[in-house]
């Protein structure tokens, strides 16, 4: 089918299609949605479970144990991970990577329902059971409302109202606090009037827990009608509870009021705090809805806090900790740009090599072939965002190589006299299939990312699908509008250019005797690019692996902690210290502290630590991302000089997805002595290394615990049970919630405690008061406890896939972690583990076998079929044989870029890599099949393999320019320079793969004939 001749022919259709594409194409880039990472789905769920009073190690044994057997039934499962710790049980359940985010929701479902039923398995007190499956959900907008002033009720008030009005907005999806307090009433006791008037704290309790239920009298009917009972002596304010009628001994009644002070508070300690620049204030996080554009609910978020500036307080701020909308725009924005640049390169190199007509016709073409490819990416789901336009920058190079083959080939057919209706026609017969068998390997190098299901290949999965769209479409413009502008544009040579040798000049004379000289000594040719190829692997040895790097985000992570245990209130008051610290350092613009725990999840490669009082973190934004590098030392530092009781570590934003503790030594076994053993040697081996730091263990410390020894005798004497003594003890010290308090839509808990001088003193434990049900009074509780022996207890255990599992993580001070990891392993893995006991590495090892993994499953499938379309192209194995011969050795020029450069070989080197393996192949396909046709046209072997050679000069030299060049805006993208590098190193050298060595090759394995010095055979 003469394609060409079609478009040609029907020129008008073929100029309006041609002007709906490219128009329509632009309008749809408009509306596309924009992100600034491409999204990835977290395929965690948290599954927590309370109990009150357990200790770890009855957690684990009682609650999470029989959890984890259970999820351990779902087929779905990847792994199960647990953290027991004081009252509390927290599964992370992960599912395979062949799931995704359409069907998450219908193994969570299942997850719920598996949960549920092994609620009555649970022991009493336990449960019930919360399945969290938004754990991922992501707080595009995340601020912290404050107020220097106002009091936290009045920032509150505020802040609920703002929810409302947010609510209502377009796109946005749900609306999360930080940082909220809960509010209460306290009923604080004296514990010696008490004692005096013989009233149990059972009394007030009971009293208040009747007080605050709900009582239905029902209805009566009166006549025809119905009317409701209902009877008074409910609770409607804080007076209501000091005028409460408790029975005391001997009959009398007496006012709480008479024995506590009743006051409405805040719980104390909170178990969160966030603040913004030093100011308290609530965090407020904003996600958009399922398939809604994040920029656009930025814009309409900020459109209508403008709208409501008339009802925010005077004095109350708003401080921006991610505002998703601008760093989208201003990404978008800079990759827009860099693609401009990369397409003016492009369209540049072609005008000094083509010719103004040519130069100008290709970049139409090339223009034309990326705005239609918005029409086909827009239904798929591509959104805007790092990797789709960094693809369109990869691809840019290969976009052009069809059409320069197409007007390169109507150019030479012109110059030899023919016109250009025919030899545009011609050009297209002659190349048109092949090309596409080019153009489809070039794909299929791409193609292991675009099917590998694990979390980095859902990430790099807009590589695959913007490569494959846009070089599909670049070949159907090479071979329908191209040829049309060729005969519309090209002018045909001038009467003395015509019927001349378009190869005549001295450029290509000269290639052709390097060329025809380098076949003649073919062996030491061939052995000499052998020898090139064995330094560069040794080379390659030298070249440093990385996984992700760090992103070019103005904003750095400090994580702090103290001791394990530690109070929140220390902590906080720590943090204050390191807020100014942090906002006296030279760049830094704004210091947000969230204490107790992790952030919103507001992007989401950040992963928000779990609540523990001992732990602080900054997230300090600085008016530069490059002073970045700088401060992370020197800020570490500071904080060591000044807290050396604490573990504090500054880090980088990551990009992909990464984990937090680059190395991690994952250790398992029954014992947790022993496992602490273990973790302390290797902390040892970590501490030793002068580039480390950050070295811990997800465990932490063990903490005191205060254990009363029941002298079980006296207890029975008075009728004085275990649950009693708990019961006394927490009411001595942080209260005992007796019931609720309604007003209106609040519901708030009644917390019963000891006086404040009672509970800030823990030497008054054993003369707590306790009331003995034989006695009928209260009694000192030393009388039924033998003793209060202080113990270390562990506070956190950790198990993974049911095993008790400790963790132990570092960071490098500086560098990648790869060579840090090189160091470390060997002397680690030295280490005698005991029977019953293994080691496991994690953090970017792990990460980065994973995402390797997913591409080794998948890249023989594709390389195989890139070798059968290689075969079917020739209907020959040997030709097939010298276009991958040339394929290894691309590692050459990669190694010599990576070298001079310093960049490491990590994933997007990797990607790079199988890149450059498409276009190696394709450029040779056309040089092979252009051997074939002059072999076909009657020349001798030698003659074909030089002319061609010499032919295919220009288009496959150009197509290696321009991608090579067309990378250049990407060598300064911290996410993408490896890749670049890796691309344009081993391009510049697969040119002379393809042009020398490739000739060189067929000639040895064709055994074309040696031609003499003379020139003769």
């Known amino acids: 089918m003469d394609i060409a001749a079609i478009a040609i022919r029907n020129r008008v259709v073929t100029l309006v299609l041609t002007g709906v594409m490219l128009f329509a194409g632009l309008l749809v880039y408009s509306g596309m949605s924009r992100l600034e990472d491409p999204e990835f789905t977290i395929k965690d769920a948290l599954v927590i479970t309370p109990y009150s009073g357990a200790s770890a190690l009855e957690v684990e044994q009682e609650v999470s144990e029989r959890l984890e057997k259970v ?22 359940v992960t599912i395979k990577e062949s799931y995704n985010s359409e069907t998450l929701p219908q193994v969570w479902d299942k997850l719920r329902q598996k949960i549920s039923d092994a609620q009555r398995e649970l022991p009493p007190g336990a449960g019930p059971s919360i399945v969290l499956d938004d754990y991922g959900d992501v707080y595009s907008v995340f601020m912290v409302v404050t107020g220097d002033g106002y009091s936290y009720a009045e920032l509150k008030n505020y802040v609920d109202s703002l929810q409302r009005e947010l609510l209502l907005v377009k796109d946005v999806g749900k609306i999360t606090t930080f940082g909220e307090r809960q509010e209460a009433i306290f009923v604080e006791f004296n ?24 009582a239905d009298a029902g209805r009566a009917q009166v006549g025809s009608a119905y009317v409701t009972l209902m009877p008074s002596g409910g609770l409607s304010s804080v007076e209501d509870f000091q005028s409460l009628l408790i029975h005391g001994g001997e009959g009398r009644q007496l006012y709480l009021r008479d024995i506590a002070n009743v006051r409405r508070g805040y719980v104390q300690p909170p178990e969160s705090v966030i603040r913004f620049d030093g100011q308290l204030g609530i965090g407020l996080g904003i996600s958009t809805v399922s398939g809604g554009n994040v920029v656009t609910m930025g814009e309409a978020v900020q459109a209508r806090l403008a709208e409501l500036e008339g009802e925010r307080p005077v004095g109350v701020e708003f401080g921006v900790v991610s505002m998703q909308s601008e760093a989208v725009t201003t990404a978008i924005s800079g990759f827009v740009n860099s693609l401009l640049q990369a397409v003016a390169i492009v369209i540049a190199v072609l005008l000094v090599f083509m010719g103004l007509r040519s130069g100008l016709l290709i970049g139409f073409v090339l223009i034309l072939t990326i705005a239609g490819s918005f029409l086909f990416l827009d239904p798929m789901g591509v959104a805007l965002e790092r990797i789709s336009l960094g693809a369109l920058i990869i691809a840019l190079g290969m976009l052009v190589d069809n059409a320069i083959v197409v007007v390169d080939g109507v150019l030479v057919r012109m110059q030899k006299g023919q016109t250009a209706e025919s030899a545009a026609s011609a050009v297209v017969k002659q190349s048109a299939w092949p090309l596409l068998g080019a153009t489809l390997i070039a794909i299929l190098a791409f193609a292991a990312i675009g099917t590998s299901n ?24 090479a071979v329908t509008v191209t040829p049309l502008l060729c005969v519309m544009f090209l002018k045909p040579p001038k009467a003395e250019q015509s019927n001349t040798d378009p190869y005549a000049g001295g450029f290509y004379r000269r290639y052709s005797m390097f060329l025809r000289s380098c076949i003649r000594h073919r062996y030491l040719s061939s052995a000499t690019v052998v020898g090139v190829f064995a330094a560069a692997v040794w080379g390659f040895s030298y070249v440093e692996q990385s996984f992700f790097p760090s992103s070019t985000r103005p904003q750095f992570m400090v994580d702090y902690w103290l001791p394990q245990g530690a109070h929140i209130n220390a902590t906080s008051k720590d943090a204050e210290q390191v807020e100014q610290l942090l906002l006296e350092q030279p760049g830094v613009t704004h210091v947000t502290t969230t204490i107790g725990e992790g952030a919103l999840r507001f992007l989401l490669t950040y992963q928000p630590e779990q609540p523990n009082s001992a732990y602080a973190q900054f997230l300090v934004s600085v008016d530069d991302s490059r002073t970045i590098e700088a401060l992370l030392p020197r800020v570490e530092a500071e904080l060591a000089a000044r807290f050396p009781d604490a573990l504090a570590y500054a880090s980088p934003f990551e990009l992909g997805t990464g984990t937090s503790g680059k190395i991690q030594t994952r250790l398992s076994g029954p014992d947790a002595n022993e496992l602490r053993r273990l973790a302390n040697e290797v902390q040892s081996i970590y501490r030793s290394d002068p580039d480390t730091k950050g070295v811990r263990t997800d465990w932490r410390q063990r903490v005191k615990l205060v254990r009363a020894v029941l002298a079980e005798e006296q207890a029975n004497l008075n009728g004085i049970t275990r649950p009693m003594v708990a019961e006394a003890m927490q009411e001595g010290f942080q209260g005992v919630t007796a019931g609720i308090y309604r007003e209106g839509d609040l519901l708030l808990p009644i917390i019963v405690r000891a006086d404040e001088a009672s509970r800030n003193d823990i030497d008054s434990l054993a003369n707590l008061q306790i009331w003995s049900p034989v006695a009928q009074k209260m009694i000192p509780l030393r009388q039924v406890v033998r003793s209060f022996d202080t113990l270390f207890e562990d506070e956190i255990v950790h198990r993974r896939d049911r095993k008790r599992t400790i963790t132990v993580y570092a960071d490098p001070q500086e560098g990648n972690a790869s060579e840090l990891f090189a160091r470390l392993r060997p002397q680690v893995e030295a280490l005698a583990l005991p029977p019953g006991y293994t080691l496991e590495w994690g953090g970017e090892y792990e990460d980065a076998g994973k995402a390797e993994a997913g591409l080794a499953e998948t890249i023989p499938v594709f390389i195989f079929a890139m070798i059968l379309i290689t075969i079917m192209m020739f209907n020959s194995l040997r030709q097939p044989l010298v276009i991958w011969l040339c394929v290894p050795l691309a590692l050459i020029g990669v190694t010599a870029g990576l070298l001079m450069t310093g960049q490491p070989f990590g994933f997007m080197a990797l990607l790079g890599f199988l890149s450059l393996m498409g276009m190696l192949i394709k450029n040779a396909i056309v040089l092979v099949e252009e051997i074939n046709l002059e072999v076909g046209s009657g020349k001798e072997l ?6 061609s050679g010499v032919s295919r000069l220009r288009p496959v030299a150009m197509a290696a320019l321009t991608t090579a060049l067309g990378m250049i805006p990407l060598v300064f993208d911290a996410f993408f320079v490896s890749m670049a590098i890796t691309i344009i190193g081993g391009l510049l050298f697969a040119t002379v793969l393809t042009m020398v060595v490739l000739p060189v090759l067929y000639a040895l394995i064709y055994r074309a004939p040696v031609e003499g010095s003379d020139g003769h055979h």
Do not use: H, N
């Open 71 to 92: 999820v351990q039934q779902l087929g779905e499962l990847e792994r199960v991970r647990s953290k027991s710790e004081r009252g509390l049980s927290t599964l992370t």
């Open 942 to 947: 030698l003659s074909s393999i030089v002319d």
């Open 191 to 214: 514990r010696d009037r008490m004692s005096q008037l013989g009233i149990p704290p059972t009394a007030i309790i009971e009293e208040l827990r009747q007080k605050g239920v709900a």
């Open 454 to 477: 694990d979390a980095t290949g859902e990430y790099c999965r807009s590589l695959f699908q913007v490569v494959m769209v846009s070089l599909l479409l670049s070949w159907v413009t």
